[in-house]
């Protein structure tokens, strides 16, 4: 079988487009963290499902904002026009940790977008990681930006004290410490992810080192419940913020700790395969109601 097209895009949209031999009609974007990776290898998981898929880099790029500080999130739904000027008719977003945090946010604003999956995700919006495009990295600023106002955020505590593991920084402890801190910050800041009529599943690791996903998880899904609102979610106890989907082998950080390991990690891509699959292979206008 004849492998997917791939292209370089370089203007307004910028990344990786792949365009599959027998295309069906579902359009993903695919979106990395604050790595900045534009991921090629996860999008050609996509196209070789039949999905045209856009690994979309969505910081770094020309013209775009060198850190995660207030990225438009316009940024995202330009990829969807993008997608949608390529023939798509359905629209899903896959993105990890604040690849995530951003799908979640543009599904919210977006109503073709039509399958979510956050894997390792936020439930609520942190400051940026890095400069804007004035080069400031501080003082803290939104990670998210929309019709050019910043959107509310849970600050960071300057004065944490870093904790570590072999080495590497675990910075779960400052989330966990920063949204008791400011937990005035918490409701403003909390994504809202009942705005979205998506199929909604969150993957996430029990030992996610880098922040509580789990935790994130679970209050995203209760949040939607809250609404009358179904949603997925797809969890190993020891895998960590480093989800592997199959045939996948994203390399760790080497600055801090992603918890879990290869084997458990690995466990919950497959797991949460299965269900990216069956969502994506639902009739039109079925969408498997997960509970």
């Known amino acids: 079988m004849q492998g997917p097209r791939q292209s370089t895009l370089t203007g307004k949209v910028q990344g990786e487009f792949l365009t599959p031999a027998e295309p069906n009609e579902w359009g993903i974007l695919v979106l990395g963290g604050s790595s900045?990776?534009?991921?090629?290898?996860?999008?050609?998981?996509?196209?070789?499902?039949?999905?045209?898929?856009?690994?979309?880099?969505?910081?770094?790029?020309?013209?775009?904002?060198?850190?995660?500080?207030?990225?438009?999130?316009?940024?995202f739904v330009d990829g969807i026009d993008e997608l949608h000027r390529h023939g798509c008719k359905r629209i899903a977003i896959i993105g990890t940790s604040k690849g995530a945090e951003?799908?979640?946010?543009?599904?919210?604003?977006?109503?073709?977008?039509?399958?979510?999956?956050?894997?390792?995700?936020?439930?609520?919006?942190?400051?940026?990681?890095?400069?804007?495009?004035?080069g400031v990295s501080w003082p803290e600023r939104s990670s998210w930006s929309w019709k050019g106002e910043p959107l509310p955020f849970v600050p960071a505590d300057p004065f944490w004290q870093k904790e570590y593991h072999q080495a590497l920084v675990v910075y779960r402890g400052l989330f966990e410490h920063c949204l008791r801190?400011?937990?005035?910050?918490?409701?403003?800041?909390?994504?809202?992810?009942?705005?979205?009529?998506?199929?909604?599943?969150?993957?996430?690791?029990?030992?996610?080192?880098l922040w509580p996903s789990d935790l994130f998880a679970r209050e995203i899904v209760e949040r939607r419940r809250q609404f009358g609102m179904d949603t997925k979610l797809v969890c190993d106890?020891?895998?960590?913020?480093?989800?592997?989907?199959?045939?996948?082998?994203?390399p760790r950080s080497s600055l801090h700790a992603h918890g879990g390991d290869d084997e458990a990690d690995a466990r919950l891509g497959i797991a949460a395969w299965a269900v990216i699959t069956k969502t994506l292979r639902a009739p039109p206008g079925i969408f498997p109601r997960h509970r």
């Open 237 to 250: 106890p020891d895998a960590g913020h480093r989800v592997l989907l199959p045939g996948e082998s994203t």
């Open 102 to 134: 951003a799908a979640l946010l543009t599904a919210s604003l977006d109503e073709r977008v039509q399958a979510v999956f956050a894997i390792s995700p936020s439930s609520v919006v942190w400051g940026n990681i890095g400069p804007g495009l004035d």
């Open 36 to 75: 900045g990776r534009v991921d090629v290898r996860r999008a050609s998981l996509f196209a070789d499902l039949g999905l045209t898929a856009l690994a979309l880099r969505w910081f770094g790029g020309k013209d775009q904002t060198p850190g995660v500080c207030e990225v438009p999130l316009e940024t």
């Open 181 to 209: 801190k400011f937990a005035s910050s918490v409701p403003a800041a909390a994504i809202p992810v009942e705005d979205t009529r998506a199929d909604v599943i969150v993957i996430a690791g029990g030992r996610d080192a």
